[in-house]
């Protein structure tokens, strides 16, 4: 009885089904030429006809009522391909820059903020090397240091935490920083990390939220300079925005061709050593310690990147740490100097085009980027997050400032300038006296209720 019902239920609906097939021809002509298909295989079978008719009538129904729900699957689809891309790009960049180790040591957690695993990579085979102009080279032997003052730091215990058991790299190798994953997905750009963006050095900072508090000599040839630099633990608002102290060695036009060295604090939950470099105001040019081809590591023991340690604490204990970029007279090479005659390596004079002769304008102090969470002025801190006028022990400070002249001799400074962009946010105030030299305390807390 069932059966026969299902024949006559099928014959007076023959007509709808006809439509229904009309109208999945005209939405899809691989739907239609599967109804031909089915026609011709069982036009003797009405039961068939019927099952097969039903499924071509779900898929209509299927098509009408989740277009939205495909094109969601699709957007979904394109995103994991894009996120697969995205992996390929940073697998790729990973082996291009972590180059194979001789040694690894890995740094303790409790004395590392990130457990930093610094490899100890033989030293033709560092990335300076993969330049066309550097390849089949040797280390050069260490320069003619600047004749002159040479004081002290005013505490020496400052080190890097991934040594701190006393393990370092051989001889013959170099130690660096791993680059993980993790470092590059932070990079607002794959392809740029390990770069800036363009900016402007000090001038008018609302250049892309970067604001400055520093001190500068311009208008004679340097071939150098030199300062103590107090080491602070700044608090950074977010990810998006940094806290360093530096020192930059600048030549050219505040333009396309500015040509920068610099050597920094730069600030996290604990301090780090970083260098940079520039020929071109960061566009194509340069990049952070040894992510491109530019900077010559010579040292087995400064891992260029990793974090140093202790860090001065308000009304506390005070370290400091001195950095020394010159011009070898020999070479023309950049030599860097940490801590206490401490060679770290050489930007080869080939990477720049002012920098080749000299440099024309100093600068020291403190930089940090505001993106302004929340429409409000950031709450970074540069320094130790107070103003200059809190003094020893409580704000931060730059000391000691020497440059190198023409005579490869390091010398006081004539007629330094202090400028901080938002003094309502970070100022800065300099000095002189016979124990520091040239000197001045910077620094604050960003938004407070005079920097909203």
Same mark, same amino acid.
């Given at each position: 009885?069932?059966?026969?019902?299902?024949?006559?239920?099928?014959?007076?609906?023959?007509?709808?089904?006809?439509?229904?097939?009309?109208?999945?021809?005209?939405?899809?002509?691989?739907?239609?030429?599967?109804?031909?298909?089915?026609?011709?295989?069982?036009?003797?079978?009405?039961?068939?006809?019927?099952? *097969?008719?039903?499924?071509?009538?779900?898929?209509?129904?299927?098509?009408?009522?989740?277009?939205?729900?495909?094109?969601?699957?699709?957007?979904?689809?394109?995103?994991?391909?894009?996120?697969?891309?995205?992996?390929?790009?940073?697998?790729?960049?990973?082996?291009?820059?972590?180059?194979?180790?001789?040694?690894?040591?890995?740094?303790?957690?409790?004395?590392?903020?990130?457990?930093?695993?610094?490899?100890?990579?033989?030293?033709?085979?560092?990335?300076?090397?993969?330049?066309?102009?550097?390849?089949?080279?040797?280390?050069?032997?260490?320069?003619?240091?600047?004749?002159?003052?040479?004081?002290?730091?005013?505490?020496?215990?400052?080190?890097?935490?991934?040594?701190?058991?006393?393990?370092?790299?051989?001889?013959?190798?170099?130690?660096?920083?791993?680059?993980?994953?993790?470092?590059?997905?932070?990079?607002?750009?794959?392809?740029?990390?390990?770069?800036?963006?363009?900016?402007?050095?000090?001038?008018?900072?609302?250049?892309?939220?970067?604001?400055?508090?520093?001190?500068?000599?311009?208008?004679?040839?340097?071939?150098?300079?030199?300062?103590?630099?107090?080491?602070?633990?700044?608090?950074?608002?977010?990810?998006?925005?940094?806290?360093?102290?530096?020192?930059?060695?600048?030549?050219?036009?505040?333009?396309?061709?500015?040509?920068?060295?610099?050597?920094?604090?730069?600030?996290?939950?604990?301090?780090?050593?970083?260098?940079?470099?520039?020929?071109?105001?960061?566009?194509?040019?340069?990049?952070?310690?040894?992510?491109?081809?530019?900077? *010559?590591?010579?040292?087995?023991?400064?891992?260029?990147?990793?974090?140093?340690?202790?860090?001065?604490?308000y009304n506390g204990g005070q370290f400091d740490i001195s950095l020394l970029i010159w011009k070898d007279p020999k070479h023309g090479n950049w030599w860097l100097e940490f801590g206490s005659g401490i060679l770290v390596g050489y930007w080869p004079s080939f990477l720049f085009t002012h920098l080749r002769d000299h440099a024309s304008m100093v600068q020291f102090g403190g930089e940090i980027v505001n993106t302004r969470p929340s429409g409000l002025h950031t709450a970074t801190q540069m320094g130790s997050g107070h103003f200059a006028g809190e003094g020893f022990g409580k704000a931060s400070y730059f000391r000691n400032l020497?440059?190198?002249?023409?005579?490869?001799?390091?010398?006081?400074?004539?007629?330094?300038?202090?400028?901080?962009?938002?003094?309502?946010?970070?100022?800065?105030?300099?000095?002189?006296?016979?124990?520091?030299?040239?000197?001045?305390?910077?620094?604050?807390?960003?938004?407070?209720?005079?920097?909203?």
């Amino acid at each position: 009885v069932h059966l026969l019902r299902t024949k006559t239920r099928s014959r007076r609906r023959q007509p709808q089904c006809t439509q229904i097939q009309t109208s999945l021809t005209q939405q899809t002509t691989t739907v239609a030429a599967t109804t031909t298909m089915a026609s011709n295989c069982f036009k003797n079978s009405p039961i068939i006809s019927i099952f *097969v008719s039903f499924l071509l009538a779900s898929s209509v129904c299927h098509v009408f009522a989740s277009g939205s729900s495909d094109r969601r699957s699709t957007n979904q689809t394109f995103k994991v391909g894009e996120e697969l891309q995205k992996m390929k790009l940073i697998k790729a960049h990973l082996n291009r820059l972590n180059k194979p180790a001789v040694k690894t040591i890995q740094a303790l957690l409790c004395s590392s903020p990130d457990g930093d695993i610094i490899d100890c990579v033989l030293s033709h085979q560092q990335p300076a090397f993969d330049h066309p102009q550097l390849k089949g080279q040797k280390l050069l032997d260490s320069p003619e240091r600047p004749q002159g003052q040479n004081p002290t730091n005013l505490r020496t215990e400052v080190f890097q935490p991934w040594s701190s058991s006393g393990e370092y790299c051989p001889e013959g190798t170099i130690p660096i920083r791993r680059t993980k994953e993790e470092d590059i997905l932070r990079a607002s750009n794959i392809r740029r990390y390990g770069r800036r963006s363009r900016r402007y050095v000090r001038r008018d900072s609302s250049s892309n939220g970067h604001e400055h508090a520093v001190g500068y000599v311009a208008g004679d040839q340097y071939y150098g300079a030199k300062a103590s630099i107090n080491v602070w633990a700044p608090r950074v608002a977010n990810q998006y925005e940094f806290s360093l102290s530096q020192m930059w060695v600048i030549s050219g036009s505040f333009g396309d061709d500015l040509n920068t060295i610099e050597a920094e604090l730069y600030g996290d939950s604990y301090p780090r050593f970083f260098t940079y470099w520039t020929t071109d105001a960061y566009q194509a040019t340069g990049c952070y310690n040894l992510l491109c081809s530019g900077f *010559v590591q010579t040292n087995n023991r400064i891992a260029i990147g990793a974090a140093i340690s202790p860090t001065s604490s308000y009304n506390g204990g005070q370290f400091d740490i001195s950095l020394l970029i010159w011009k070898d007279p020999k070479h023309g090479n950049w030599w860097l100097e940490f801590g206490s005659g401490i060679l770290v390596g050489y930007w080869p004079s080939f990477l720049f085009t002012h920098l080749r002769d000299h440099a024309s304008m100093v600068q020291f102090g403190g930089e940090i980027v505001n993106t302004r969470p929340s429409g409000l002025h950031t709450a970074t801190q540069m320094g130790s997050g107070h103003f200059a006028g809190e003094g020893f022990g409580k704000a931060s400070y730059f000391r000691n400032l020497q440059v190198v002249d023409w005579d490869n001799s390091l010398i006081p400074l004539s007629n330094l300038r202090v400028l901080a962009d938002h003094p309502n946010c970070y100022d800065i105030q300099g000095g002189i006296n016979s124990v520091w030299g040239n000197y001045f305390y910077y620094g604050g807390p960003g938004r407070n209720v005079r920097c909203p």
